[in-house]
């Protein structure tokens, strides 16, 4: 069955060690740790570093494998997530470049799969968008295909507040735009960091693709959404999507986890599950952020 861990995002003031040592003493298997760029964060769960890429040396290396085998805990990704098809050319190519850094420290630390996003220019259309990815794309995925790492994009639309509207901020938002960009890039290495979370907001089928898709799995992220369907009444699917859903830890929501870990059982799936923790109700204190991510532990647990 697959190993359970968790987005270390949610501890943004914990450092390595710490992050590692939580996992070790409650039960994780495995952590999903952050590799922004030191500096300020431009929004909620981004610029966290656990992982200092440009830091890197080979006795940090060394260390980092050290500490993870004395805690028999291990990395199940390196995490980055900006918008790497930004219309700002200077902030694009920086990005592209620090996604490429977190490749290679990947591929020197072992860790075998990259997850961030595509990214999205929010006020070109989705074909124009499909242009500018096959402009600055390739690059990246045959990079990582030539180090042998997976980049696993996650599936948010990142269309959540007004300065990401209208088109939002990813592009990989759904099968139809996946089928498009793996037929474009059909690297073995270039897969899905599949969150159903966000299939279920857009009313899309979050069980289905896992069959479709299975091939291109790299890592799961757990998240639950919950829709409040009295608010989509009054508002419909074009209000921005934080009037009529919410982000919730898993088994808060609508997801249906039972259904969810059998298809992923259906499907072969063996790689690691960590939980992406997203809710505002346990975050206004250390003391309950620990005690949600520990009740979403103790509730994903009953399917593994």
Known sequence: MPDLGFVSAIFPEKTFEEVIDFASQNGFGCVELMCWPKGKAERRYAGV??????????????????????????????????????????????????????????????VPVVNTFIGRDQHKTLEENIGLFKQYWPPVIEYATSLKIKIGVENCPMLFTNDEWPGGKNIAINPEVWEQLFTLQPSSCFGLNYDPSHLLWQQIDYLEPLSEFKEKLFHIHLKDAKVFSEKL?????????????SPKLPGRGDINWLLFFEKLKEVNYKGPVVIEFEDKEFENSPENIVKGLLQARDYISQFL
Do not use: M, W
Request: proline fraction near 4%.
């Open 49 to 110: 570093t656990h992982i200092d890429v440009d830091e890197l040396q080979e006795t940090s290396i060394q260390s980092i494998k050290d500490y993870l085998k004395e805690k028999d805990v291990y990395i199940s990704a390196l995490g980055y997530y900006p918008n790497a098809l930004d219309p700002d050319t200077e902030k694009r190519d920086f990005y592209i470049a620090h996604i490429k850094k977190v490749i290679k420290a990947a591929s020197l630390l072992n």
């Open 233 to 245: 009444k009054r508002v419909g699917v074009l209000a921005t999507p934080l009037a009529y859903h």
